[in-house]
């Protein structure tokens, strides 16, 4: 602070001893508290990672077990067994969608087709994706084609206007010369400059 300042004077130099102090722990603490944030932040990452993987695997266990459960269904029950509709339902559609055949041989087929596009052509398809799932993008980009549409149209016909009056000027400009031309010099170099 002392070398910042330009001028300080001796009793200028005790306020700025008696602060710089305060300003040194207080940016210390900060520091520290950041760091503590950082961990804190890396930690919950870890946490969610790990949560995450959990998730799959216990949606992966359930589908299997609900494939068990089909399994013991196929035999004739002795007994009434009450079986939860509710938890058979939710894995049931998983468990058909991983035997049926068409849509895993499609699934399979859009992946193969996905890595073989260029990457031109894979940014183009996932712009469309976008654009296709989201009311607000396909608005933008509606108007945005509306708008560059309009622009062209007008250049060309502004282009088109401008280019068909520069001819009727020329052919103006044409005919005067042919008049000035008879006019000045006579019929006989009207035919020389025809």
Known sequence: VKDVIPGVTAGDKTAVDSILPIVQSQRERY???AQELEAHSLGQQQQISLLQNEIDKLRSDNVKLYEKIRFLQSFPAKGGQASSEDTESRYSMQYEERL???STFSRK???????NLKPYDKITLSMGRFI??????RTIAFFYTLLLHSLV???LYKLAHTESCKRDYAADCHAKFAEHMFKVHGAKDDHRHN
Do not use: G, I, T
């Open 132 to 137: 296709m799932s989201n009311k607000v993008a």
């Open 109 to 115: 087929e859009r992946q193969r087709k996905y890595m």
């Open 153 to 155: 149209f007008l250049v």
């Open 31 to 33: 520091r520290l508290r």
């Open 100 to 102: 049926d055949p068409f």
